[in-house]
């Protein structure tokens, strides 16, 4: 990481490749954010709990800031994620719930479905999502009681 730049860390299977591809080159457009590709490059079949824990390990280690996870419809990368304490992946569908999942939740992860959001929506979530700040107060409390 240099200056103040934030890392994300990306991996998704082989339902999410086509995705990514189209969300790094707006990432690449993006001064303030480096990216950690963490796989998968291609279309073969690939198991996406390794690829969750792939970006996991990631942010628990200090290596990434954020992260974004993609298989095809993002739920078992959702569940795969947040089977590790300290990570809240926000599985969202619009901008409205990836603005909520930064303000409300603090969301670390974001997780996307390659196969059932579009790219042009995906791109806007994910701008939403990196724009979006924690709300604290109330919100801090009960982030707390997630992880008591
Ligand atoms: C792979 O076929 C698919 O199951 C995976 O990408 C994901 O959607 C799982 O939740």
Not at 57 to 84: D, F, H, K, P, V
Not at 123 to 128: E, R
Request: with cysteine; glycine share 10%.
């Amino acid at each position: 990481m240099s200056g103040n730049n934030r890392v994300i860390a990306i991996a998704n299977d082989h339902g999410g490749t086509l995705l990514k591809q189209h969300l790094l080159e707006q990432l690449h457009d993006r001064p303030d954010v480096e990216i950690l590709d963490l796989g998968v490059n291609d279309a073969e079949s690939v198991d996406y709990p390794e690829y969750a824990k792939r970006v996991c390990r990631a942010l628990l280690s200090g290596e990434a800031q954020c992260g974004l996870l993609i298989c095809g419809t993002g739920l078992g990368m959702s569940m795969a994620a947040n089977r590790y304490p300290g990570i809240r992946a926000a599985l969202c569908h619009d901008e409205y719930t990836a603005r909520l999942s930064r303000q409300h939740n603090d969301a670390n992860v974001l997780v996307l479905g390659g196969r059932v959001t579009g790219s042009a929506v995906a791109a806007a979530i994910l701008d939403v999502w990196l724009a979006e700040p924690f709300a604290g107060g109330r919100h801090q409390r009960r982030i707390e009681q997630m992880d008591a």
